[in-house]
């Protein structure tokens, strides 16, 4: 019987750590500069990369002019080749240098991948820059030409040309692709139809000199580049010790993937170091296979030569945690500036929504219930600010706070303490009454004194309160605004048809509950909001309850959190699930590294000390366990009938007629036995 995966070795759950090396440059000197990279490579090895890079022509230097034309030289560089070759093998490392290689009777700038104590392969420069300040032209050959061929490195075969790709034996999904500098800038870079070909880590051995601003210009390229390939982006720039004579060089070092930085250095170092991050092979090719576009493209743009694949193989041990940006919140940024630009579009979102939902009905007037809870909280905003740009009174919102047998005093009072705030027009009405009539008409335990507290119970409350809302906006000429947010509905945390589940227009439907907390404090943070400051903070602070069961003997209140699982850890689940299609033990590892340690790692602006916990393990296992059964087989009939609302969140929408469709008939059977066996 094979052995069980490492489960908390990020290599396990499709992982593969690479570096950007920069290392001090020698100049013309192949001697010292491969002791520096042979030392990087170790080094490497050690921190638990599979992978490293480094820059253009990293083994003469870049800025040496003719010197590249001396046999000396040359010869001593395929020393080096050799040599490093045998590092990278006992390292258990893939590494990719830069060199000068001579190619029957031209020379070539070329990146060399070794691993495995092989020269595995050879890639040419296909784009020489030969204007400004650069002459490449002078010294080397394009190597544009040279589709596939074999060649002799110090003694060693190997294979040359533009259409090769590397692919690791024995894992799944790492398969690099390698252009060298120019070849970035140009307008259809070598790197898209290697991504197109299958190449998921885009490597770019750079000696793009420094000036001011190209910086943000490289990491602007990368970002782009990964994001419109689909795949990870790993850059290497020349840096300290490249002769100065007319150029000056900063070692700029960046990873990214899908758009996202991962990972970037010290830029104008003067010490050799690594930058370092886990690449998501696997999460990328997921999400090439969920956008057809991507393989649309590729039967377009390739050719029928197509590309070569040669394999090596690496052999380092995992090490430690993961090391690349992981949000504790995927719905909310840690950054503050971006919370704030996502809080002004996700409500702006909502706004424009809304309004054009009144518009197209011509509508005046929406009838909304008000619980003193963050979902209608949030929705009421919404509606304010709607009426306001359609320059309609806020007293044409009708806000209804309807007690029923477990409202608190406190919600009570933050509802129309909220609603006069607002300056919407408010009004109660008790449904305890009409619930009594109801649950002895269909004979409840309850309507004979009996404390049964049971969904019958719960149900016959929230229905009430969504058909009284909807013949009072019969009676007003209005329509019925919804409150139920994204998260509930991933758990069918909704009473369904006439209940909460439905409306006539649902601006909560496409935003995280999660979000929800952080859009309700962006907007009492706003100048005009001062006088619902104060009951907007004491809203945020109220525990999160349907209030629907009365407190019992101990005095606690029903706690929808404690039925259903932390809010933080259902969305983080429901993001990784939908929006990537990963397996729930990568989710559970995933979900682990992010909230394992309150300690590691930054939270959103604003977030109170109170609400930064930690999970361990076995409770994270456990409450995914139940978003696994509501999510896959309790829940999709009600989200098979969702009321219009608009999409929000680039994690997606659960709506039927958007980015979720499944059956109602489904069940959890698979992904809980993936769970079991593959999580400790």
Known sequence: MADRPDFHSPRTHGFVRVAAATPVVHIADPVSNGQAHADLIRSAAAQGCELVVFPELSLSAYA??????????????????????????????????????????????????????EIVGVVPKTYLPNYREYYEKRWFSSGDDIGAETLTV??????????????????????????????????????????LAGARILLNLSASNIVIGKADERALLCASQSARAMAAYVFAASGWGESTTDLAWDGQATIHELGTKLASGERFAIESHL???????????????????????????????????????????GSGGLRRPLDRFPFVPDDTARLD????????????????????????????GVSGGLDSTQALLVACRAFDRLTLPRTNILGFTMPGFATSEGTKSNAWALMRALGVTGEEIDIRPAAERMLADIGHPYADGQPVHDITFENVQAGLRTDYLFRLANRNGAFVLGTGDLSELALGWATYGVGDHMSHYNVNGGVAKTLIRHLIRWVAGRPEMAGAADVLGAILDTEISPELVPAGADGKIQSTEGTVGPYALNDFFLFHITRFGMTPSKVAYLAHQAWGDAARGSWPANTPEDERVEYDLATI????????????????????????????????????????????????????????????
Request: charged fraction near 25%; include cysteine; hydrophobic fraction near 40%.
């Open 341 to 368: 630009q996502d809080c002004f579009e996700a409500f702006n979102i909502q706004v424009q929504g809304l309004m054009r939902r009144m518009t197209a009905t011509g509508a005046e007037r929406l009838c909304i």
């Open 275 to 317: 930058t370092i991050a886990d690449v998501d092979v696997e999460r990328i090719g997921q999400e090439r296979m969920r956008n057809g576009t991507f393989a649309d493209c590729a039967r377009r743009e390739l050719d029928e030569e197509g590309y070569i694949r040669l394999g090596f193989r690496t052999a380092v041990a």
């Open 621 to 680: 296992k456990s409450w995914l366990r139940k978003f696994l059964v509501r999510f896959f087989q309790t829940s999709q009939f009600k989200r098979s009938a969702l009321p219009n609302g608009p999409k929000v969140v680039t994690g997606g929408s659960l709506s039927p007629r958007g980015d979720w469709r499944a059956p109602s008939d489904g069940n959890a059977r698979v992904w809980l036995e993936e769970l079991d066996a593959n999580v400790p």
């Open 154 to 195: 110090d003694g060693r075969d190997s294979w040359i040309g533009t259409r090769l790709l590397f692919e690791a034996d024995d894992r799944p999904g790492f398969v690099v692709g390698v252009e060298i500098c120019e070849d970035f800038w140009a307008p259809v870079p070598p790197s898209t139809r290697q991504a």
């Open 64 to 117: 040496i002019d003719d010197l590249h034309l001396q046999t000396a030289l040359l010869d001593g560089v395929e020393r080096q080749l050799g040599a490093l070759a045998t590092v990278a093998g006992e390292a258990g490392v893939a590494a990719v240098v830069g060199a000068p290689i001579r190619h029957g009777d031209r020379l070539l700038n070329c990146a060399i991948l070794l691993a495995g104590g």
